[in-house]
């Protein structure tokens, strides 16, 4: 007879708990920021390094959503029976773009 033990099955675990709103909202607030660096390097590479205001606005606004994103996918943290999933996604994501414009801003002063 086999022996159930060392057999690896799978486990479904069934529980009321549902995604975190906080961390929902974080890491669409990073999405939206990888968003803008994008737009903002197209319009850079359009006007052959030449983009003037319009990417240094849109380096601001990626610089403003990944912080508020930052915030909420920390605070996500708090709420309980949750899981965690979408709020690891945000908080790593939106700490990774805000120190990546903070480097940027600093390697262009």
Do not use: P
């Amino acid at each position: 007879m086999k022996n159930k033990k060392n057999k690896s099955y799978k486990r479904y675990k069934f529980s009321d708990k549902s995604q975190s709103i906080g961390g929902i909202f974080s890491t669409l607030f990073a999405l939206s920021a990888v968003l803008s660096c994008i737009i903002a390097v197209w319009i850079s590479f359009q006007h052959r390094g030449e983009g003037g205001l319009e990417v240094g606005v849109l380096g601001v606004v990626a610089v403003f959503l990944s912080g508020y994103g930052l915030y909420l996918g920390i605070r996500s943290f708090q709420e309980e029976e949750i899981f965690f999933l979408f709020s690891w996604i945000g908080s790593i994501g939106n700490s990774i773009i805000l120190l990546s414009m903070m480097m940027l801003f600093l390697l262009g002063l």
